[in-house]
């Protein structure tokens, strides 16, 4: 039955930056205090609106990399080069430093505690970001259910939460972690080297008979190559959730 309770509405509020923390040559965190911030849910993202001293405004949207229960909200900003936003967050801000931001937003790709189910999550790039929130929650949990991350970067330096992640691992044997990287690797490198592919996505998340949840984000070429893949294995298009970067995506001219 529909809620007659009316709609949130989702305000702009000032940021202000009290760290931030270099994640790869390219990328950075921002942990943020929001005073009045309304709490989140795993996989939500929020709007970034810069305002120049003439008046003029941009505004992007950013994932949310924090859990819902943190302190202080953490965005995790990829610099593009063409960028009109991200140049500033990644390299330009500094603590102290305020802006305006609104949220959180978005229903649909999120993740819950109380969905029991094994986690699948495929991330490409930046793409890890929202699903980082997802893992640092499930870390909260007493009893968190199975969960497998494939991870598609460029290079080795191009790995988001790297040393994050690998402890996440070594302390959950409930956790499983696959890295596939594109363009270049270690000389010692053992694992994947090449794009997500079919054979990749059955190796690197649950059987069928798991009935997993599946979260993919990344660009829209990869999380399209990768849900119809997704697809094709067997699994259920329900199942299967998904955010794209990029111009066409939902959260994302970064």
């Known amino acids: 039955m529909p809620s007659s309770a009316p709609a949130r509405r989702i305000e702009w509020r000032a940021a202000r930056v009290i760290e931030t923390r270099d994640e790869t040559p390219h990328a950075r965190t921002l942990v943020l205090d929001v005073p009045e911030w309304p709490g989140h849910h795993a996989g939500q993202h929020v709007d970034v609106r810069l305002t120049a001293e003439d008046g003029y405004q941009a505004e992007r949207s950013y994932s ?116 596939t990287f594109t363009r270049r690797h270690a000389p010692d490198w053992n694992g994947y080297t090449r794009r997500i592919d079919r054979m990749m996505l059955e190796e690197a998340i649950p059987a069928l008979g798991e009935s997993p949840l599946i979260y993919v984000c990344g660009p829209t070429s990869m999380v399209e190559l990768a849900a ?22 939902t959260n994302g001219n970064r």
């Not at 140049?87 to 505690?113: M, N, T």
């Not at 893949?229 to 066409?248: D, K, M, N, W, Y």
């Open 64 to 179: 949310i990399a924090s859990a819902p229960s943190s302190r202080y909200l953490e965005l995790t900003i990829e610099r593009l080069d063409d960028g009109e936003v991200s140049p500033y967050l990644a390299d330009v801000v500094q603590p102290g430093d305020v802006f305006e931001l609104r949220g959180p937003i978005g229903g649909y790709f999120i993740w819950l505690p109380q969905l029991r189910r094994p986690l699948a999550l495929i991330a490409g790039g930046s793409g890890i970001v929202p699903l980082m929130a997802m893992l640092r929650l499930r870390a909260m949990l007493d009893d968190a259910p199975s969960a497998h991350l494939l991870y598609s970067v460029r290079s080795p330096e191009d790995v988001i939460y790297g040393a994050e992640i690998e402890r996440l691992a070594a302390s959950d044997a409930r956790l499983s972690v696959a890295c």
């Open 228 to 249: 119809t893949e997704l697809v094709a294995i067997g699994h259920p298009p329900a199942a299967i959730r998904t955010e794209r970067f990029g111009p066409s995506g």
